[in-house]
């Protein structure tokens, strides 16, 4: 019933930044929690961030934290991603996920997900 589709990701320099957006459509989106995933060939899909309904709370990974920012703009239908300081080994593939606000940092916890953007951070 809902549509997830990401879109910002691509190729940059150790050091530098990309902004990560979500859409979705087909559903009410204030009603769910948002998250950013990320995955690389072979390996699970890891958590990387989370944001509450109205967008008052959010939760990192520690291996992300002070360096990406999760937000959202309900009117927008839109949860975003701000993405600084980029390294090498946050090269992934980045998914959205929605889903409620229970077990935010599993992956089984989100119902929608989307296609995936690349991020390629090179050194």
């Known amino acids: 019933q809902v549509q997830l589709v990401e879109s910002g990701g691509g190729l940059v320099q150790t050091g530098g930044s990309l902004r990560l957006s979500c859409a979705a459509s087909?559903?009410?989106?204030?009603?769910?929690?948002m998250s950013w995933f990320r995955q690389a060939p072979g390996s699970e899909r890891e958590f990387v961030a989370a944001?509450?309904?109205?967008?008052?709370?959010?939760t990192y990974a520690d291996s992300v934290k002070g360096r990406f920012t999760i937000s959202r703009d309900n009117a927008k239908n839109t949860v975003y991603l701000q993405m600084n300081n980029l390294k090498p080994e946050d090269t992934y593939v980045y998914y959205c996920?929605?889903?409620?606000?229970?077990?935010?940092?599993?992956?089984?916890?989100?119902?929608?997900w989307g296609q995936g953007t690349q991020v390629t951070v090179s050194s």
């Open positions: 087909g559903g009410t989106f204030s009603s769910y929690t």
């Open positions: 944001i509450s309904q109205n967008g008052v709370t959010t």
């Open positions: 996920g929605a889903g409620p606000w229970a077990w935010i940092r599993r992956v089984s916890n989100y119902v929608y």
